[in-house]
T-cell receptor
Framework: DADVTQTPRNRITKTGKRIMLECSQTKGHDRMYWYRQDPGLGLRLIYYSFDVKDINKGEISDGYSVSRQAQAKFSLSLESAIPNQTALYFC?????????????FGPGTRLTVL | GDSVTQMEGPVTLSEEAFLTINCTYTATGYPSLFWYVQYPGEGLQLLLKATKADDKGSNKGFEATYRKETTSFHLEKGSVQVSDSAVYFCALTSNQAGTALIFGKGTTLSVSS
């Protein structure tokens, strides 16, 4: 079984709809992250969380919100989706205190907003 | 702020050719440096890493050396294979973002037989 899972893997929605992307991990890591990937732009950080009570905005948090329901679960919501939120979204985890901060990525969710 | 700049692709090579993908960075403090690889249709996988100056990361025939004096972390492989075709991302830990990763824009490598 994959250590970091994301659901759904693909989603097509319409402008103005509320969308939730879910991420679960079995690695026992405290830190979780949401990134979006756009062609030619690499990955950009949306939100990150160091534990259930710690949520922080990343570079591009506008239009998004997150919820850390448990150590293992970190959800990303688009309150009112717009077409320029069409992208590939990745969840990642890392261990606390590791000097390498190696991050482990989920398989991604491809979101299309029409 | 912290940033990563890597050479733009696509890079097209024949099998067994030598590969270099340049990566330079700007950062406060002493970040750790990474190369991630994304195969078609998949998520990102860590390829190699280095945590301090002069460290060399290596994996699957790929190497990169952390050069503080030139703020670089270039990726090299002596003989590429068709199976190396993927997108490669250089990244660093950002002290400004709670140790989240700052990524370069990615370099697409295409290897033909």
């Amino acid at each position: 079984d994959a250590d970091v899972t994301q659901t759904p893997r693909n989603r097509i929605t319409k402008t103005g709809k509320r969308i939730m992307l879910e991420c679960s991990q079995t690695k026992g890591h405290d830190r979780m992250y949401w990134y979006r990937q756009d062609p030619g732009l690499g990955l950009r950080l949306i939100y990150y969380s160091f534990d259930v009570k710690d949520i922080n905005k990343g570079e591009i948090s506008d239009g998004y919100s997150v919820s850390r329901q448990a150590q293992a679960k970190f959800s990303l919501s688009l309150e009112s989706a717009i077409p320029n939120q069409t992208a590939l979204y990745f969840c990642a985890t890392s261990d606390t205190g590791g000097s390498y901060n190696e991050q482990f990525f989920g398989p991604g969710t491809r979101l299309t907003v029409l | 702020g912290d940033s990563v700049t890597q050479m733009e692709g696509p890079v097209t090579l024949s099998e067994e050719a030598f590969l270099t993908i340049n990566c330079t960075y700007t950062a406060t403090g002493y970040p750790s440096l990474f190369w991630y690889v994304q195969y078609p249709g998949e998520g990102l996988q860590l390829l190699l890493k280095a945590t301090k100056a002069d460290d060399k990361g290596s994996n699957k025939g790929f190497e990169a050396t952390y050069r503080k004096e030139t703020t670089s972390f270039h990726l090299e492989k002596g003989s590429v294979q068709v199976s190396d075709s993927a997108v490669y991302f250089c990244a660093l830990t950002s002290n400004q973002a709670g140790t989240a990763l700052i990524f370069g824009k990615g370099t697409t490598l295409s290897v033909s037989s």
